[in-house]
């Protein structure tokens, strides 16, 4: 039985460093949004349809070798709350792992513009993502969706059982981590580290 985190928030908010922080305290595998979008970009072309459809299969085929060879995994998700399709998206994915007896856990992440902002140029995200180096680029797109999105849910909108929101402006990734993990009485596996995060 493989368990499934989703980490969900807009763009810079901290995804990736609090997932690596419940990565390397439960010993789960992790899959950034940015891993299938990387990839697919290098190979087809930034935003072209061989470019999308190699990423939705990426993503796709992960969370069927996941529950297949029940590996719990943690996932980043940029997801447009108006957007009917994106409930339909992640209610899917839910219903994958719990219908092969893992659990589903949404955690979404808030944090101001200026926060946001002041993220989005950090040394650690310019590494681990390519397409963030064009930081004019970058910011330009984070003010756009910011502004033709709504990146987080409504006051007391929760769209899954095991939905939590956290607003982590002021909160480190290890301490949004703790909170997570308490939450939701999540127990770290035993696992050698190349297991759940060899390369990185």
């Not at 999105?149 to 909108?157: A, I, M, P, T, Y």
Request: aromatic share 10%; glycine share 4%.
């Amino acid at each position: 039985m493989a368990n499934l985190i989703v980490v969900c928030g807009p763009q810079a908010v901290g995804k990736m460093t609090v997932a690596e922080s419940l990565r390397d305290k439960l010993k789960y595998n992790m899959m950034m949004n940015h891993d299938s979008i990387e990839m697919s970009d290098k190979i087809f072309g930034f935003g072209t349809l061989a470019q999308k459809e190699f990423n939705a299969i990426f993503r796709e085929e992960v969370f069927a070798l996941a529950v297949k060879h029940n590996v719990d995994l943690i996932f980043t998700y940029v997801c447009a709350f108006e957007v009917p399709q994106e409930r339909e998206y992640l209610t899917s994915l839910a219903d994958l792992f719990k219908n092969a007896g893992g659990e589903f856990y949404f955690v979404e992440l808030s944090a101001d513009l200026e926060t946001r902002l002041a993220r989005n140029e950090t040394p650690h995200r310019m590494e681990r993502k390519a397409s963030k180096r064009d930081v004019v680029w970058s910011k330009a797109n984070l003010l756009k969706d910011a502004s033709n999105h709504r990146l987080n849910s409504k006051e007391g909108e929760a769209w899954f059982e095991n939905h939590i929101k956290i607003d982590n402006t002021n909160l480190l990734p290890d301490e949004v981590a703790e909170i997570i993990i308490k939450q939701y009485k999540l127990v770290a596996n035993e696992k050698e580290e190349k297991e759940y995060r060899f390369g990185v």
